[in-house]
């Protein structure tokens, strides 16, 4: 029988990881098979492209950031992603191609089409059957409201602007894919939130 694949997405400080590993827990406590990963990354060969990505030092044309992220989802696709949805597993992923159409769609204007072709691969052959989306502006992310912000890769050191159009990407993700998203409004208890992501999951009949 096939497996599922989940992503998480959402911006930056919102929590997403925190909910990948609760519903990880939860599933494997289950009886669930799970693998977690995450983009960029996720193979050895996509872990050096994530390298050169998050690299500070580097600048980095948005056209070829878009084909680096899509570099990096293809090698993740064919080594990670369909071989372990096709043996049954539920495989989740902390950012997918929604974080594409988000930050280099919209927040670096390169068109929400231009990126929906650049990844006609995920797009073709592995769309996740439920998109996570953490549905938080990042101007009041748990990060920020913590004051504690150490920055330090290449897109997280972009200013309020960048992650602003980000969350407009998001949004407009949210709608134009509305079939396959759970979008989560955060609560400030996290055993809140992942409730809801539960409910979310159960209800569209992604895990029993
Ligand atoms: P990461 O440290 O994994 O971010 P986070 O902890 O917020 O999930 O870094 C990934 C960065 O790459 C993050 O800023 C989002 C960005 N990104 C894109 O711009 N496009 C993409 O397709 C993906 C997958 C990530």
């Keep these: 029988m096939k497996g599922k694949f989940i992503t998480f997405e959402g911006c930056e400080g919102v929590g997403k990881s925190t909910q990948a590993k609760f519903l990880i827990e939860y599933l494997k406590n289950q009886g669930y098979d799970v ?4 983009e960029p990354g996720g193979t050895p060969v996509a872990e050096k492209v994530r390298a050169i990505l ?5 600048t980095i044309k948005p ?13 993740h696709i064919e080594n990670v992603i369909l071989p ?19 930050y280099q769609g919209v927040a670096r204007n390169l068109g929400i089409e231009y990126v929906e ?40 050191i972009e200013n309020e602007a960048f992650h602003a159009k980000c969350y407009e990407g998001f949004l407009a993700a949210s709608k134009r894919y509305s079939d396959r998203y759970l979008v989560i409004e955060p609560e400030i ?15 569209k009949n992604i895990i029993n």
């Design 35 to 38: 693998v977690f990963t995450r």
């Design 117 to 156: 072709k650049l990844n006609k691969v995920a797009f073709e052959t592995c769309l996740p059957d439920c998109t996570i989306f953490i549905n938080m502006d990042p101007a009041n992310s748990w990060r920020r409201q913590k004051g504690n912000v150490i920055l330090d890769d290449r897109l997280e």
């Design 54 to 58: 998050l690299d500070p030092s580097l």
């Design 84 to 102: 372990n949805v096709e043996k049954g597993k539920i495989v989740i992923c902390d950012r997918y191609v929604d974080s594409s159409i988000a």
């Design 189 to 203: 208890d996290k055993n809140e939130t992942f409730n809801k992501i539960l409910k979310g999951l159960k209800e």
């Design 63 to 75: 056209r070829t950031e878009a084909y680096l992220f899509v570099t990096a989802r293809n090698d």
